[in-house]
């Protein structure tokens, strides 16, 4: 297991190939067609999975199927970035099947979020490599500013951020690694080979539709396995639409995360535009940054 990224995949150039696959749910021609405008009026070649438009239950196709187009396309030398049409879940059910042999030998960009992050996690465990945590082509259309940054990134332009603090962000100073994406998939992929080490690193965290007693449960599982106390930082990305039960919880799920880590003294950055609201900056994992909490929060890749 490697504990520093060092492998950067090269970044895009006019004419190169972005490869869209459906490891997760299901998707449509009708809603991948107005990403694929976009991306070729970056100057990018698309290639789709073969069995991208298949379908069982909410799945983009059997297990198998699924497997064999992410399998192909981190085969192909001609592709350059790896995309996901949308997440929902699935990802997990194909991660262990695949091999990423070819992959090391010409490395690509890995792009996506929410069921995305088992790749991230898997990759940044096995090979120490960076990936990238941004929109997807389902999602395109939400955020014109994500998009725009989106672009940045993969062409390989300088990505930094200022954003307000708010009342519950925790100052302070750090440098370490960025890791991290969904509570929900990293707390499924404890004691996996996709288990995510955070050992000196920052953390991100977003998540969706969850009910914030399972916030809770899903922060102490990552308190009592030793994954927030090694921190050097922690990022909180949108946590949308949280459910509470007939007796409140009594808190939000900012509160329960600060509550989580309230012993420990590293900087902690809430609010941070990524994840499943409007806004989901993008944001390269595994790679070196430097986080700075005060009156304003900035986050700046080195």
């Known amino acids: 297991m490697q504990t520093?990224?060092?492998l950067r995949p090269a970044y895009l150039k006019q004419g190169d190939t972005i490869g869209i696959v459906a490891?997760?749910?299901?998707?449509?021609?009708?809603?991948l067609a107005?990403?694929?405008k976009i991306l070729e009026s970056w100057g990018l070649k698309i290639?789709?999975?073969?069995?991208?438009?298949?379908?069982?239950?909410q799945f983009a196709g059997s297990d198998a199927q699924r497997m064999a187009d992410y399998q192909d396309m981190l085969d192909d030398t001609e592709v350059k970035a790896i995309i996901s049409a949308r997440g929902g879940y699935g990802s997990v059910r194909i991660i262990d099947a695949l091999n990423f042999s070819s992959f090391k030998k010409n490395t690509k960009w890995i792009i996506g979020y929410s069921d995305v992050t088992a790749m991230h996690s898997h990759i940044h465990n096995?090979?120490?490599?960076?990936?990238?945590?941004?929109a997807m082509p389902i999602s395109f259309n939400k955020d014109a500013e994500s998009l725009a940054l989106l672009k940045k990134a993969l062409f390989g332009k300088e990505l930094s951020y200022s954003i307000s603090s708010t009342p519950l962000s925790r100052k302070g100073e750090s440098k370490g690694v960025l890791v991290g994406g969904n509570l929900s998939l990293l707390y499924a992929l404890a004691a996996t080979p996709s288990d995510i080490d955070t050992k000196g690193k920052i953390l991100f965290l977003e998540d969706l539709d969850e009910y914030l007693y399972h916030i809770d449960r899903m922060m102490m599982q990552l308190k009592r396995s030793g994954k927030l106390s090694g921190l050097k930082g922690l990022v909180i990305g949108c946590f949308s639409d949280m459910k509470d039960?007939?007796?409140?919880?009594?808190?939000?799920?900012?509160?329960?995360?600060?509550?989580?880590?309230?012993e420990y003294n590293?900087?902690?950055c809430f609010g941070f535009p990524a994840g499943h609201g409007i806004k989901n900056y993008p944001l390269y994992l595994g790679r070196e940054v430097e986080l700075s909490v005060k009156e304003?929060?900035?986050?700046k890749f080195l």
Request: charged share 25%; aromatic share 4%; glycine share 4%.
């Open 34 to 36: 107005p990403a694929i």
């Open 4 to 6: 520093h990224s060092t």
């Open 245 to 262: 039960n007939t007796i409140p919880f009594g808190k939000t799920a900012e509160e329960i995360i600060l509550d989580a880590v309230k």
């Open 126 to 134: 096995h090979l120490g490599m960076e990936t990238l945590h941004a």
């Open 266 to 268: 590293y900087p902690v």
């Open 47 to 57: 290639k789709t999975g073969k069995n991208i438009f298949s379908v069982q239950d």
């Open 296 to 299: 304003k929060t900035s986050l």
């Open 23 to 31: 490891p997760a749910r299901k998707v449509s021609a009708e809603e």
